[in-house]
């Protein structure tokens, strides 16, 4: 998404967090989590991550960052008064990043412990605790023309689309009508032709069930006929609530609650063709596509906050509580190929997502294909967030291990 969108959402993965699914929940010592500061050696499997990898999504970070005013806010709760909210408070940590050598591990974990505090958020109301969920790119079957069975738009932007603040400050979106703004076409208005003859088509898709899931992810990749990828990215919603299809399920009877994921809705739907356009009709959200550059077809698409999204290391977070761009130790469990594998990593808070909300939920980012498909479609996980909040300018101690101590007051 570009800045001008900043506050629009971006991926959006709500569907396998419903219901009250089960989910995994690491021991953490019987500690109940409390906010405030901590010591990177609480931090479980800091000294084990490869920090000279995370050291250049970091650099990412700051070049999209200073390119901003430096009183721009990036998000996080301002009743805190923690350091990280403003594009100010980033400038010395960036300054020192780019001093770091490439590829040394030793020298990024200085870094990171050198320019920033490890700080525990305040729980929030989830009565299960954090909760992790997990997205990535689909890659489907399509064509730059429709014919045969290739017969499922995919739309961009309609230029009609208005997102303005209202009398009251609200930011509303939808269409103009005379002097008024009213709701945009819903779902299943533009599946019946709301924009049919506009000439807003990009590509043509073999599966509705296809585009259902990739306006879920909010970006993705098309596999033309000549093997040929289009990337595709997030531009934009119908303004219309997202109804998450998997309740709707469970409410109807078709689906227990424990059994909700996207593996298990994608089943019904694709078992149930009569039936499976008035299903995915139930939520009346839309998202509209742009054509991303073609020239990387190793980087993710764009998050929230501007850059490309990294495998493994990107996330999405609710801006209320944690800013932009903000390295964030994230400790829970992974599927990896039917087993439960610890995830002690170092990511960054670039995206947001619509099912995204308080200071213990987030979405991780796994990239695109079948495996990041499976990953992600099985990952709901407890576990722990430590937000690394950026220093000022930190006083060193001359000891062995030449960290810096807290900044002087």
Not at 351 to 359: A, V
Request: net charge positive.
């Amino acid at each position: 998404m570009s800045m001008k969108a900043f506050r629009h959402i971006a991926p959006l993965c709500a569907v396998i967090a419903l219901c009250g699914c089960q989910i995994i929940n690491p021991d953490m010592g019987g500690r109940k989590n409390r906010s405030g500061p901590t010591s990177f050696a609480a931090l479980a499997g800091w000294q084990d991550d490869a920090l000279e990898q995370a050291l250049p999504v970091f650099l990412q970070d700051c070049h999209k960052v200073q390119s901003l005013p430096p009183d721009s806010t990036l998000g996080g709760d301002d009743t805190a008064r923690r350091p990280g909210r403003r594009v100010g408070d980033w400038q010395a940590a960036c300054e020192a990043a780019r001093t770091v050598p490439a590829g040394d591990r030793v020298a990024a974990r200085t870094f990171f412990e050198t320019w920033f505090v490890p700080y525990r958020l305040a729980a929030g109301t989830r009565a299960d605790g954090m909760l992790f969920t997990g997205y990535y790119e689909p890659e489907i079957r399509g064509s730059l023309r429709r014919g045969g069975i290739y017969q499922t738009p995919v739309y961009r932007r309609p230029p009609d689309l208005v997102r303005e603040h209202d009398s009251q400050g609200h930011v509303v979106t939808g269409r103009r009508q005379g002097r008024q703004i009213v709701p945009y076409w819903t779902r299943a208005q533009i599946d019946q032709g709301a924009l049919a003859h506009k000439k807003l088509e990009m590509l043509w898709l073999a599966d509705p069930v296809d585009l259902f899931f990739l306006q879920i992810q909010g970006a993705g990749r098309v596999r033309l006929p000549d093997d040929r990828v289009v990337r595709l990215g997030f531009d934009g919603l119908n303004g219309q609530p997202y109804v998450p299809l998997g309740r709707v399920m469970v409410a109807q009877g078709l689906l227990k609650a424990e059994d909700v994921n996207m593996a298990s809705i994608r089943g019904w739907l694709e078992a149930n063709p009569a039936q499976a356009t008035q299903m995915m009709e139930q939520n009346p959200n839309y998202v509209f596509f742009r054509q991303l550059d073609q020239g990387n077809a190793l980087a993710g698409a764009p998050g929230a906050l501007g850059v490309d999204l990294t495998p493994g290391r990107s996330m999405a977070i609710d801006r209320d509580f944690i800013p932009l761009g903000s390295p964030v130790w994230v400790q829970a469990q992974i599927p990896v190929d039917g087993h439960e594998t610890q995830w002690n990593r170092l990511d960054f808070a670039q995206d947001l997502g619509t099912d995204i909300k308080g200071p213990d939920r987030a979405d991780l980012y796994m990239g695109w294909g079948p495996e990041a498909a499976q990953t992600a479609g099985n990952l709901r996980s407890g576990g722990q967030m430590i937000v690394l909040v950026p220093r000022g300018s930190p006083v060193r101690r001359k000891d062995k291990h030449h960290r810096s101590a807290r900044p002087a007051e």
